[in-house]
C-alpha cells in the first residue's frame, strides 16, 4: 500500500538520522576523553620551552646571512659558530639534531672565508656570487632519511644504526654547490612514516614550544630545529604532510611544491619513486623561518623551471579568487579547534582587506575520505614492504610478535610502525570493493578541486584539525592527517604559514593550497599573510 511503502521510507530515513547522530555524539565524546586523558597525564610533566634566541646572527634570513658574508659584514665561520652554540644550547631540550657535523662545517666555512678574503671584488666572479653561490657560507640542516657523504642515515631504524651514505641525495649536493654547509641531520619517525617523531635509535623529538608535545613528523626534528633557531634553513619532504604538518606544529613556513619540481634522488627509504601514486604524491622541498628563503632554496633545486615560474615577481592579488574552506566534517576525525578556526578567518579577513581579494566558502564533503584515499593511494607493488624496511633487509619483521613485545616494552619498533606493519601484512584496511570506491570518488574530487583553482585561484585551507597534540596522542586520532595528506592525494602544491601563536602559547597556522606549477601564487599570498602574522614567533616568548 502507497502509505505503508510511504511510512516504511520515513522510518528508514529517521533511523538513518538517529544512527548518524548517535555516531556523532560518540564521534565527540571519543575525541574529548582523549583530549582530557592526555591533558590530565601531562599535567604532572614540566612544561620547557626552549630560550628566547639572543645572538642576532640567528635572527637573519638565510638570504640576509649569505649577503651579510659576501659583503664581509660577517665571516661564515661566525655564522657556523652561532649556530653550532644553538644547537647546543636547544638540542637537550628538544633531541632534534641526531647526526652533527659541526667539525667539518667549521672547516668548510673557514675555507669560504679564506676564498671571499683572497677574491678580487672587482672581478665578475665576485659579482656573480649572488647567482653562481647564493649561500655561500650558510649552514643548512636536512632530515636523517636524505644522504650526505660520509654521514650517517638511520631513517630511525635501530638496523641502518650503522649506514653511512657513499653519495649525496642529488638536492643536498645542489644546495652544497651553491655554497650551503651542512650542519648536521634531523630526527624522523621510525621509518619515516608516523606524523611523531619518535623512535628507538634517537629517541623522542619535543615541540620546542612545549617539550610535553610533538613537532609533527616526519621532518619532525627538521621542524622543531628550524623553530628553535637551531638551523636557518632545512630540506624537508612530504608524502602525506611531512613538510607541512612539522611548519605547522612549530611556527615556520613548508613548501609541499609541485610534484617532480625537485629531485628526489638520494632520499630513502627505496620504493618511494618507484611509480603510481605513492611516486606522485612525494616531493622534496624547503622549510625555514623566514618565507624569502623558500624562492632562494627553490631556485637552486630547479633554477630553469623556477625562472618561468617567476618565484619573486609581485603578484595583483584583487584578481585572484579565494576559496577556503572550515575544515574536514567526518566522524573518524577530531573536530576543527577553535583557535584553528579563528586564524584561518582572520586570515581571510586580512587579504579580503589588504589585498582586496574576494573570498568564496566551498565545501568537499568527499574530504571526509581524505584518509582513505591516501592510504589507498600509498599501496605500491614495486616499494618494499615495512617487514623488510624495518630490518633494513635483513630478514622480515614479525609484527605480531613484535606488537605483543612493544606492550611490554621490548619491541626495536615503535607501536606507529608495527600498526603499519600488521596492516599492510592483513591486507589493508579496505576491502578491494570499497578500494574501487574510494578511487573512483578520488577521481572525481580531483578532477573538481583541479578545475576549481586552475583559473587564478587559491584554496585556503587549516594547517591542521588542532595545536601540536601531545605524546602519543595522535595514535588515537591517526585520521586527522587527512588535513595535510588529502592534497598529496589530489596533486596540488601546499604551502604552510604561521598565523602566530594561541593562548596557550602554540603555533597555528592555515595551508594555501593551489593549482600545479601556479607556485609563485602561493608563495605570493603567503607573503602577505607573513606581513600580516608576522611569520616566525621566537620560543621564549611563549606562555610559561
Avoid at 601531562?42 to 638570504?63: D, E, G, H
Avoid at 574501487?436 to 570518488?441: G, N, S
Wanted: contains cysteine.
Amino acid at each position: 500500500m502507497p502509505y505503508e511503502k510511504g511510512g516504511g521510507r520515513r522510518i528508514k530515513v529517521n533511523m538513518n538520522h538517529l544512527i548518524h547522530l548517535g555516531l556523532t555524539v560518540l564521534s565527540y565524546v571519543y575525541f574529548n576523553v582523549v583530549h582530557v586523558v592526555f591533558t590530565v597525564i601531562n599535567y604532572i610533566y614540566p612544561r620547557r620551552i626552549v630560550p628566547r634566541p639572543t645572538n642576532r646572527i640567528l635572527l637573519l634570513s638565510a638570504t640576509k646571512l649569505a649577503e651579510k658574508i659576501r659583503n664581509g659584514e660577517l665571516t661564515s665561520f661566525e655564522v657556523i659558530n652561532a649556530y653550532i652554540a644553538r644547537v647546543e644550547e636547544v638540542n637537550p631540550i628538544i633531541n632534534a639534531m641526531v647526526y652533527p657535523n659541526f667539525d667539518n662545517a667549521r672547516k668548510e666555512a673557514k675555507a669560504v672565508d679564506h676564498y671571499l678574503s683572497n677574491l678580487d671584488k672587482d672581478s665578475d666572479e665576485f659579482k656573480n656570487l649572488a647567482k653562481t653561490k647564493p649561500i655561500l657560507g650558510v649552514p643548512f640542516t636536512l632530515k636523517d632519511i636524505i644522504k650526505v657523504k660520509g654521514m650517517n642515515c638511520s631513517m630511525g631504524v635501530p638496523a641502518r644504526a650503522n649506514y653511512i651514505a657513499d653519495e649525496d641525495a642529488a638536492y643536498v649536493k645542489q644546495l652544497k654547490d651553491a655554497g650551503g654547509i651542512v650542519l648536521g641531520t634531523t630526527n624522523v619517525p621510525e621509518l619515516a612514516m608516523w606524523l611523531e617523531t619518535n623512535n628507538h635509535l634517537h629517541g623522542m623529538t619535543n615541540n620546542p614550544y612545549d617539550s610535553r608535545r610533538i613537532p609533527g613528523g616526519s621532518s619532525g626534528g627538521e621542524g622543531a630545529l628550524i623553530a628553535a633557531a637551531g638551523s636557518v634553513i632545512g630540506i624537508g619532504s612530504d608524502i602525506g604532510g611531512s613538510i607541512r604538518m612539522p611548519s605547522f606544529f612549530s611556527g615556520i613556513f613548508g613548501f609541499k611544491n609541485t610534484q617532480f619540481l625537485i629531485d628526489r634522488t638520494g632520499h630513502e627509504p627505496e620504493g618511494l619513486t618507484a611509480g603510481g601514486l605513492r611516486n606522485e604524491m612525494f616531493v622534496v622541498g624547503p622549510m625555514c623561518r623566514y618565507i624569502e628563503d623558500i624562492p632562494l632554496m627553490m631556485k637552486i633545486g630547479n633554477p630553469e623551471k623556477c625562472e618561468k615560474f617567476k618565484l619573486d615577481d609581485p603578484i595583483d592579488l584583487s584578481k585572484v579568487r579565494l576559496y577556503y574552506m572550515e575544515g574536514i566534517k567526518s566522524l573518524v576525525m577530531e573536530p576543527l579547534h577553535c583557535d584553528i578556526l579563528a586564524k584561518l578567518h582572520e586570515a581571510i579577513t586580512y587579504l579580503e582587506t589588504e589585498c582586496r581579494m574576494t573570498s568564496v566558502k566551498v565545501d568537499f564533503p568527499e574530504m571526509k575520505s581524505g584518509f582513505g584515499f591516501w592510504v589507498t593511494d600509498l599501496e605500491s607493488k614495486e616499494c618494499p614492504s615495512f617487514a623488510k624496511l624495518a630490518t633494513d633487509f635483513h630478514g622480515e619483521a614479525n609484527f605480531v610478535a613484535e606488537f605483543g613485545k612493544c606492550l611490554i616494552g621490548r619491541s626495536d619498533h615503535t607501536m606507529a610502525v608495527i600498526i603499519g606493519g600488521l596492516i599492510e601484512h592483513f591486507g589493508g584496511i579496505h576491502s578491494d570493493d570499497r578500494k574501487k570506491e574510494l578511487r573512483r570518488i578520488h577521481e572525481k574530487m580531483r578532477t573538481e578541486l583541479h578545475a576549481l583553482l586552475e583559473k587564478n585561484a587559491v584554496l585556503l585551507f587549516p594547517g591542521f584539525s588542532y595545536p601540536a597534540p601531545y605524546h602519543h596522542q595522535a595514535l588515537w586520532s591517526g585520521c586527522n592527517i587527512a588535513y595535510t595528506s588529502i592534497f598529496n592525494s589530489m596533486g596540488l602544491p601546499s604551502l604552510a604559514v604561521p598565523t602566530g601563536l594561541n593562548k596557550d602559547g602554540l603555533p597555528t597556522g592555515v595551508q594555501i593550497v593551489g593549482a600545479p606549477n601556479n607556485d609563485a601564487l602561493l608563495l605570493a599570498v603567503g607573503r602577505k599573510l607573513d606581513k600580516g602574522f608576522g611569520g616566525w614567533t621566537a620560543p621564549g616568548l611563549s606562555v610559561q
